[in-house]
């Protein structure tokens, strides 16, 4: 018993001595063009072995179901990622356009997807995810505009967390993509770093140069053992800045900090709409028309080692993991790993439906509340966003977590934004049936409302000044993301 004392002990101290000082990122490209794992109303880390609340679009391995969990995704057939010891899942609610002429809706394609791994400087040195971790960010229900205002904020000492956003170049900002005098309740809230970027959805097509609308999504990177792997609502926290470094509470983990960008098609629609600066016609699957409620899941697959060796050796930034040196497995070519899905139907391209997959109604800026819609109804009070168990040592940030808390309970600060999970009992509406969906040459009026959401943001100094090139960039030299830098650092509020 002795023994095992000091050796802990001395566990311990080595891990207190491997202060990581410096910021490093790679950036985990996926491979096939514009398209996704699957697709279906399938969300193991809210919904285990039930239907989801809606639908989703996921990246990542194979062995993805309603109930993935632990070592299920390691004995993964393939994988869409570029890393082929990479069998993790990453997904989100599947975008749609809902046509002003006659309200039906149609899926918008992917474009392609980016998933940062930043590695930064701290206390202690940076883990690999522990295989099975089950994390989530961003909040279903929200159709209301954020607290911190239209940029992101993922540090807890400057105020309530605002892990998403929406990012959208254009070629000219006259008219700019969010009112002027917006307070997010009509229309979404403008970044005040980026006049392309903001909370909720823009009023604008973005017609930037190989940047259509895309959606940010930021993780939390502290890792709470005792919650464990399959408590969402709890075993994640946001790192603390202190003296350069980002710090975990004693006893936590420091895992990568994961940053989704979901690049969608919306430029194959840009004849369909007219912008009036009034209204835009994209929703999520989950009904909201404003955008505040994207978000984002994560099942973490990896091989231990070779993400390590990611972590301790690769700094490729933009350039992709792919040409990180010496990778464990080595780099995956496989472009046809698609499966089908577990629950449901998938939704065709250019296919016409009447409604949104699950009868999801349309909610936000005078479209009805999400309390009113449909299946995301029947979530219990008591499954609501956790106060996190990580108090933070400043007074300023204690005050700012208790003012959030007051005025919502979906901005807990120095906690990860929570999806409320649906009860157990979900209604066994129909996914995308024959009933549901309308042929293109049909002329039948739409069963549902059209409505136009706009999503806020929060506060970010993220600057994007020119796109990322389209999936082909993979493999060709590295590809500037002039916003990096600046993101990585001024989002925590570093100079």
């Not at 590695?119 to 994390?135: Q, R």
């Not at 190989?210 to 399959?230: K, M, T, V, W």
């Not at 978000?295 to 973490?300: A, E, Q, W």
């Amino acid at each position: 018993m002795k023994y095992a004392t000091v050796g802990a002990l001395a566990s311990v101290v080595a891990t207190a001595a491997a202060e990581k000082t410096d910021s490093t990122f790679a950036v985990l490209h996926f491979t096939g063009q514009h398209q996704f794992l699957t697709e279906g109303p399938i969300d193991p880390v809210v919904n285990p072995g039930t239907e989801a609340t809606h639908y989703h679009s996921i990246m990542g391995g194979s062995n993805f179901g309603i109930s993935t969990s632990g070592d299920d995704l390691l004995s993964s057939n393939c994988t869409t990622t570029t890393i082929k010891n990479d069998k993790s899942n990453y997904w989100v609610p599947s975008l749609f356009f809902q046509d002003p002429k006659d309200g039906t809706f149609e899926k918008v394609p992917l474009y392609y997807m980016n998933v940062y791994y930043f590695f930064e400087p701290t206390n202690s040195s940076i883990e690999p995810f522990p295989v099975g971790l089950k994390m989530l960010s961003g909040d279903t229900k929200a159709r209301d505009p954020p607290k911190f205002g239209g940029g992101s904020n993922v540090d807890p000492t400057r105020g309530p967390i605002q892990p998403v956003q929406w990012t959208c170049p254009r070629q000219s900002y006259d008219p700019p993509s969010y009112p002027v005098d917006s307070d997010g309740t009509t229309a979404g809230l403008q970044d005040p770093q980026n006049q392309g970027a903001g909370a909720g959805f823009p009023l604008y097509d973005c017609d930037g140069t190989y940047s259509p609308l895309r959606q940010d999504i930021h993780f939390p990177s502290c890792y709470n053992p005792e919650a464990g792997l399959n408590d969402y609502k709890n075993n994640m926290a946001w790192p603390t800045p202190e003296n350069g470094l980002l710090n975990c509470p004693a006893g936590w983990t420091h895992v990568p900090h994961l940053f989704y960008e979901v690049y969608w098609d919306t430029p194959s629609f840009k004849d369909r709409w007219t912008p009036d600066g009034k209204t835009q016609p994209f929703v999520l699957s989950n009904g909201d028309a404003t955008g505040y409620s994207s978000h984002g899941d994560f099942i973490s697959g990896w091989d231990q080692e070779t993400l390590r060796t990611i972590i301790n050796t690769c700094n490729v930034g933009t350039l992709g993991m792919e040409h990180c040196p010496d990778i464990p497995g080595g780099v995956n070519d496989d472009q046809d790993c698609t499966i089908e899905p577990a629950v449901g139907t998938m939704v065709k391209a250019a296919q016409t439906l009447k409604s949104l997959p699950l009868n999801c109604p349309v909610t936000g800026w005078g479209k009805g509340s999400s309390s009113d819609s449909g299946s995301d109804s029947d979530s219990s009070s008591s499954e609501q966003p956790a106060t996190s168990t990580y108090k933070a040592s400043s007074a300023a940030q204690e005050s700012s977590a208790q003012s959030s808390t007051a005025e919502s309970d979906s901005v807990p600060t120095g906690n990860a934004f929570i999806e409320r999970p649906s009860s157990s009992t979900v209604a066994a509406a129909p996914v995308v049936t024959a009933a549901a969906v309308k042929e293109s040459s049909e002329e039948s009026n739409p069963n549902v409302a059209t409505v136009w959401d706009v999503v806020y943001v929060t506060e970010t100094t993220t600057v994007q000044p020119e796109a990322t090139p389209i999936v082909r960039r993979r493999r060709a030299p590295v590809h500037s993301h002039g916003h990096i830098k600046r993101h990585q650092h001024n989002v925590h509020g570093r100079r």
